[in-house]
C-alpha cells in the first residue's frame, strides 16, 4: 500500500472517531437540564437578591425589563438582582447555552415580584433543550382582604385561609403569618434552609402549633412556610418568604 493510501485510510479513521465523541456531546447535552435557584423572590426597591444556576454550562443572563432593575453580571453561574422601581414584576431568564455557535440552549426563569403589595407569583422549574421551557406557573394575587374571596357559598362551615401567600422580611426582623377557618390546631412548618424560622418563646423553631406565627428572617433568600389544618380532612396553604437585608 503505498503512503498517500495509509494516510487516507488514517484520515477517514479519524474523521469517524470525531463523529462518534461528537454525537455522544451531543446526546449528553440533551440529557441535561437547567435551573435557576430561588425561581421567585419578592423585594422592594433598592434592594437585591442573589440568583444561582444549576445544570448546564456557559450560563447567560437576561431581563424581561431592564428599567426596573439590574444585574451586577450578564454572565457566571450565579448573579445579583437589583430592584429599581415597586409596583413592577421582573422575569429573569437563564441561558445555557450548549452548541458552539450559541444556537442551541436551555432556559429557566426566575420571577422577581416588586414592591410591598401583598401579591404572589411564582416561575421556574428545568427546561429542554432550544429554550422549551417546562414547569412553573403563576399565583393569585390581591390584598389581604376578606372581601375579596368567594368565602359566601352558603355553607356554614368557614374556609381555611392563610393571611397572605407571600412576604418579605429583613434579616433580623420578623413577621407574622396567621389562619381562619381553621377546623382544629394548624401545623406550621419552614424549608430548613436557615433563611427563616419560626420565633417561640425566645429560641427559632422549623415547626409550630397555633393559629398564628413569628417568623424571624435568618439569611436573605427565598423560602416557604407551609400551614395545614388541623381538621379530619387536611389542607394546606403556602407562603413565599423573601428575606433581604
Not at 472517531?17 to 423585594?43: D, L
Not at 410591598?116 to 390584598?143: C, I
Not at 398564628?212 to 427565598?222: D, H, M, P
Amino acid at each position: 500500500m503505498t503512503a498517500r493510501g495509509k494516510l487516507l485510510i488514517v484520515a477517514a479513521t479519524l474523521a469517524a472517531t470525531a463523529a462518534v465523541f461528537s454525537g455522544c456531546e451531543t446526546e449528553s447535552a440533551a440529557s441535561q437540564t437547567v435551573s435557576v435557584s430561588p425561581s421567585y423572590a419578592r423585594i422592594t426597591s433598592n434592594h437585591s437578591v442573589s440568583l444561582s444556576a444549576a445544570g448546564g454550562w456557559n450560563y447567560h443572563w437576561e431581563l424581561s425589563n431592564d428599567s426596573i432593575g439590574y444585574l451586577n453580571k450578564t454572565t457566571g453561574s450565579s448573579v445579583t438582582y437589583t430592584a429599581t422601581k415597586d409596583g413592577q414584576t421582573q422575569t429573569v431568564t437563564l441561558k445555557s447555552y450548549y452548541s458552539s455557535d450559541n444556537s442551541a440552549y436551555y432556559q429557566a426563569q426566575a420571577t422577581i415580584v416588586q414592591g410591598d403589595e401583598d401579591y404572589a407569583a411564582t416561575a421556574g422549574g428545568s427546561s429542554t433543550s432550544n429554550g422549551s421551557h417546562s414547569g412553573g406557573g403563576s399565583g393569585g394575587g390581591g390584598d389581604d382582604d376578606d372581601d375579596d374571596d368567594d368565602d359566601d357559598d352558603g355553607g356554614d362551615t368557614p374556609s381555611f385561609k392563610l393571611s397572605r401567600s407571600s412576604m418579605s422580611i429583613r434579616v433580623g426582623e420578623t413577621g407574622t403569618l396567621s389562619v381562619s377557618g381553621a377546623a382544629g390546631t394548624p401545623r406550621w412548618a419552614i424549608t430548613a434552609d436557615n433563611k427563616a424560622a419560626f420565633r417561640t418563646g425566645g429560641s427559632n423553631s422549623t415547626t409550630a402549633n397555633g393559629t398564628s406565627v413569628t417568623i424571624v428572617g435568618l439569611a436573605t433568600g427565598t423560602t416557604t412556610v407551609t400551614v395545614i389544618n388541623g381538621g379530619s380532612s387536611p389542607t394546606s396553604q403556602t407562603c413565599h418568604v423573601t428575606v433581604t437585608q
